[in-house]
C-alpha cells in the first residue's frame, strides 16, 4: 500500500488511562507506513459533561479542534476514542448543515475560520474504509488462529446513523472483518451495540454494573475467549468493573477485554511485552499465552 498521513486526535484518554490503545495504534500504524501528525495545542472535546451543560460550549469545543484540524492539510482527522469521535462528528454535521449556527459558534473561538474541509473518521473506521482487509491481512506475520473473539461496538461508533454514517447501527460487522482478517475467529453474537453504562461509572455505577454484566453474561455464552473493544469507556466499564460484576452478581466471568489495535499489532508481530497488556485489570496474557 501507499503511504498514507492522518490528522491525528488523540482525546484526554490517549496519554492516560487508554495509553495501550493510543501505544498499539501507534504500532500498528508504523507497520502499515501510515503517518500520524497530532493537532498541536488540541483541547478536550467536551464529552459527556460539556454535551449536557450549554449547546454552545458543546459545539464550541470540537470545533476549535476542527479548527486547527484543517490548519495541517491532511484530507482526513482520525480519533481512536469513540465518544470524542461522535462530539467531533456530531459538530461537524451540525456546523456543515446550518450555517448560521456556524456562524454563531463560531465567533466564539479565536482560533480562525471553520471551513469544513476536514473528514471525521474513527480509527476503526480508518482501518475498515482507508486500510482496507487486504492491506490489513498482508502484514499479519502471527496469525491468531483458535483466538475466540467478541467484537464489542458499544453505543457510540456506528450510532447514531445519521452521525456516525457508518456500518450498520444495530449489527455492524467492519471489526469482526478485522478480527477475522488477524486469523481469529469473531464470534457472533446479540449484544455488540448494547449500551455498557459509559461514564455513569462514576456517578452511578449500579447503571454500569447491571448493563455491562448483561454484555458479559451473553459474550460467555456464546463461548468467545476475548473481548475486543474500539473505545476507552467500554473497555473500562468490562475490564475494571468486572470483578465487582462478577460479586454483585455471584457469577464468573474472567473475560480479557482488550482493544482492537492490541490484537492487531498482536497479528503484525510485536511482542506481548510491546502490547502493555499488564494495564488490564483481567488477566490477558494467559488467553495469548500461545502467540
Known amino acids: 500500500m501507499k503511504d498514507k498521513k492522518f490528522t491525528y486526535y488523540p482525546g484526554c484518554s490517549a496519554h492516560g488511562t487508554?495509553?495501550?490503545?493510543?501505544?498499539?495504534?501507534?504500532?500498528?500504524?508504523?507497520?502499515?507506513?501510515?503517518?500520524?501528525?497530532?493537532?498541536?495545542?488540541?483541547?478536550?472535546?467536551?464529552?459527556?459533561?460539556?454535551?449536557?451543560?450549554?449547546?454552545?460550549?458543546?459545539?464550541?469545543?470540537?470545533?476549535?479542534?476542527?479548527i486547527l484540524a484543517e490548519r495541517l492539510e491532511n484530507s482526513t482527522m482520525v480519533i481512536p476514542c469513540a465518544a470524542c469521535y461522535s462530539r467531533m462528528k456530531e459538530t461537524k454535521i451540525r456546523l456543515d448543515e446550518d450555517f448560521s449556527l456556524r456562524t454563531k459558534i463560531n465567533s466564539t473561538v479565536d482560533d480562525g475560520d471553520y471551513k469544513g474541509n476536514v473528514a471525521v473518521k474513527s480509527f476503526l473506521q480508518y482501518c475498515f474504509e482507508d486500510i482496507g482487509i487486504e492491506d490489513i491481512k498482508e502484514k499479519v506475520v502471527k496469525p491468531l488462529k483458535d483466538l475466540k473473539?467478541?467484537?464489542?461496538?458499544?453505543?457510540?461508533?456506528?450510532?447514531?446513523?445519521?452521525?456516525?454514517?457508518?456500518?450498520s447501527p444495530e449489527y455492524p460487522i467492519s471489526m469482526d472483518k478485522i478480527i477475522e482478517s488477524l486469523g481469529a475467529t469473531a464470534v457472533e453474537y446479540p449484544f455488540k451495540t448494547e449500551c455498557c453504562g459509559a461514564s455513569f461509572s462514576i456517578s452511578n455505577t449500579e447503571i454500569v454494573l447491571d448493563l455491562s454484566s448483561r454484555i458479559l453474561d451473553v459474550v460467555k455464552d456464546c463461548g468467545a475467549d476475548i473481548i475486543a473493544v474500539g473505545c476507552p469507556l467500554c473497555q473500562s466499564?468490562?475490564?475494571?468493573?468486572?470483578?465487582?460484576?462478577?460479586?454483585?452478581?455471584?457469577?464468573?466471568?474472567?473475560?480479557?477485554?482488550?482493544?482492537?489495535?492490541?490484537?492487531?499489532?498482536?497479528?503484525?508481530?510485536?511482542?506481548?511485552?510491546?502490547?502493555?497488556?499488564?494495564?488490564?485489570?483481567?488477566?490477558?496474557?494467559?488467553?495469548?499465552?500461545?502467540f
Not at 468490562?238 to 497479528?267: C, G, H, S, W
Request: aromatic share 8%.
Open 149 to 167: 473473539v467478541a467484537c464489542y461496538y458499544g453505543c457510540l461508533l456506528t450510532r447514531p446513523k445519521n452521525i456516525a454514517q457508518f456500518d
Open 237 to 290: 466499564n468490562l475490564d475494571m468493573r468486572q470483578k465487582q460484576i462478577e460479586e454483585k452478581m455471584n457469577r464468573d466471568y474472567k473475560i480479557p477485554v482488550v482493544y482492537f489495535t492490541q490484537l492487531m499489532a498482536l497479528a503484525f508481530g510485536y511482542p506481548k511485552s510491546e502490547l502493555k497488556l499488564k494495564k488490564h485489570m483481567v488477566n490477558v496474557e494467559k488467553v495469548l499465552a500461545s
Open 18 to 66: 487508554s495509553e495501550e490503545y493510543e501505544h498499539t495504534l501507534n504500532l500498528v500504524c508504523k507497520s502499515l507506513n501510515i503517518k500520524i501528525e497530532e493537532i498541536p495545542d488540541w483541547n478536550c472535546c467536551g464529552a459527556t459533561s460539556a454535551h449536557v451543560m450549554t449547546e454552545n460550549l458543546a459545539l464550541a469545543l470540537p470545533m476549535r479542534n476542527l
